[in-house]
């Protein structure tokens, strides 16, 4: 069974780059607002929710902290090219960020990331 991912980002070419790149991995919905996003997360609840960062009418971080009350059993990813992980050390800490990847990602990256946001479920369900 392939591992669910939604995916929240305002540029729909980042998105058809990131479900062309691993549709047959993963299965992979995308928003690009966070109304959709929400929808699709009370649809069926991912393994893993990625989040840009910069979009319009809301951040990734407070979105992400949406996901972290809602579904917290979700490993989220925030996808960003402006921000470091120390602009958001109290979301890290406070579980809310689980993992970040850079903009713009390589495959590479991302499989690496994808991977390690895989592996508490890939545990938890072994149990």
């Given amino acids: ?7 929240l980002d305002d540029d729909p070419g980042c998105l058809d780059i990131f479900v062309n790149t691993l549709k047959d991995e993963y299965e992979v919905r995308t928003a690009t607002t966070p109304e959709e996003a929400r929808r699709l997360l009370a649809e069926r609840a991912p393994e893993i929710v ?14 992400l902290l949406e996901v972290a009350r809602n579904y917290p059993a979700s490993c989220r990813v925030m996808l960003t ?8 050390m109290r979301e ?22 994808l991977e390690r946001a895989s592996l508490p479920h890939a545990l938890h369900s072994e149990k």
Avoid: C
Wanted: zero cysteines; proline letters at 6%.
């Fill in 81 to 88: 090219g402006h921000a470091t992980v120390g602009n958001m």
């Fill in 50 to 63: 990625i989040s840009d960062q910069n979009m319009p009418g809301i951040k990734g971080e407070e979105f």
């Fill in 1 to 7: 069974m392939k591992r669910s991912i939604v995916y």
């Fill in 92 to 113: 890290v800490g406070a579980g809310i960020i689980n993992l970040f990847i850079p903009k713009p990602w390589t495959e590479q990256n991302m499989r690496q990331v």
